[in-house]
C-alpha cells in the first residue's frame, strides 16, 4: 500500500523559502505525477504544482513565479521551495499522487495523498 | 484557468436523507478529469468519485456522480453519520488543476 510521508520546517518568518519534502513508501514513483497542495486556516484546496519521475513540471500560474518543485528518484522523494513566504502563505501543506493513465478513456485523479503539514508564517 | 463553483455552500440534512451537491464550471471539462473528494476536519481529502462517475476503491455505493460539459453533481443516496463532511470537487485541464471551494454538508 503506497503511503506519502512528508516533513519540513513548520514556522517561517515573511521573506523566508518554505521548504517540503514527500516521500513515497510502498509503490512504485515512476508512471505517476507527484502534486502539492495547500489549504489556508478554514479555507479550500489549492494546487500548487506537479512533477513527475522525470522532472517535468507543471505550476499553478498564481503561484509559479515562487515555486520549485524538485525530483530525487533515487530516494523516491519530490520537494517544493516556496520562496518569498507571507503570511498568505500559511497553510497545510499536502502532497499527493497524481494517477493518470487510459482504461478505454484518459483518466487523471489524486487517489493517496499525505497527512499534511501545517506551515505558519509569522514574524 | 477554469472556475468551479459548487453550491449550496452548505448543505443541512438528516442521517438517511439523500444529498446533491453541484458542481459547474466556466467551461467546458473533460469528463476524463473531473474527481470529487471528500475532507474531514483534521484529514487529508480522499478521493471518492473520478472521471466524473467512476467510484474510487473502497467507497460505497451510496456515492455517486454524473454530469458532463459544465455541469457534474454528487449524490449520497442516504446519508451515513460517517458522511457529514466537506466535499470538494476538481477538474484538470491546460496542464493545470483547479478545485471547487467546496460543500459542508452537516448534520440538520
Known amino acids: 500500500q503506497v503511503q506519502l510521508q512528508q516533513w519540513g520546517a513548520g514556522l517561517l518568518k515573511p521573506s523566508e523559502t518554505l521548504s517540503l519534502t514527500c516521500a513515497v513508501y510502498?509503490?512504485?514513483?515512476?508512471?505517476?505525477?507527484w502534486s502539492w497542495i495547500r489549504q489556508p486556516p478554514g479555507k479550500g484546496l489549492e494546487w500548487i504544482g506537479e512533477?513527475?519521475?522525470?522532472?517535468?513540471?507543471n505550476y499553478n500560474p498564481s503561484l509559479k513565479s515562487r515555486v520549485t518543485i524538485s525530483v530525487d528518484t533515487s530516494k523516491n522523494q519530490f520537494s517544493l521551495k516556496l520562496s518569498s513566504v507571507t503570511a498568505a502563505d500559511t497553510a497545510v501543506y499536502y502532497c499527493?499522487?497524481?494517477?493518470?493513465?487510459?482504461?478505454?478513456?484518459?483518466?487523471?485523479?489524486?487517489?493517496?495523498w499525505g497527512k499534511g503539514t501545517t506551515v505558519t508564517v509569522s514574524s | 484557468e477554469i472556475v468551479l463553483t459548487q453550491s449550496p455552500g452548505t448543505l443541512s440534512l438528516s442521517p438517511g436523507e439523500r444529498a446533491t451537491l453541484s458542481c459547474r464550471a466556466s467551461?467546458?471539462?473533460?469528463?476524463?478529469?473531473l474527481a470529487w473528494y471528500q475532507q474531514k476536519p483534521g484529514q487529508a481529502p480522499r478521493l471518492l468519485i473520478y472521471?466524473?462517475?467512476s467510484r474510487a476503491t473502497g467507497i460505497p455505493d451510496r456515492f455517486s456522480g454524473s454530469g458532463s460539459g459544465t455541469d457534474f453533481t454528487l449524490t449520497i443516496s442516504r446519508l451515513e453519520p460517517e458522511d457529514f463532511a466537506v466535499y470538494y470537487c476538481?477538474?484538470?485541464?491546460?496542464?493545470?488543476?483547479?478545485f471547487g471551494q467546496g460543500t459542508k454538508v452537516e448534520i440538520k
Open positions: 499527493a499522487r497524481g494517477n493518470y493513465g487510459w482504461l478505454g478513456y484518459y483518466y487523471y485523479y489524486m487517489d493517496v
Open positions: 510502498g509503490g512504485s514513483f515512476s508512471g505517476y505525477y
Open positions: 512533477i513527475n519521475h522525470s522532472g517535468s513540471t
Open positions: 467551461q467546458s471539462v473533460s469528463s476524463s478529469y
Open positions: 472521471g466524473a462517475s
Open positions: 476538481q477538474q484538470y485541464g491546460s496542464s493545470s488543476w483547479t
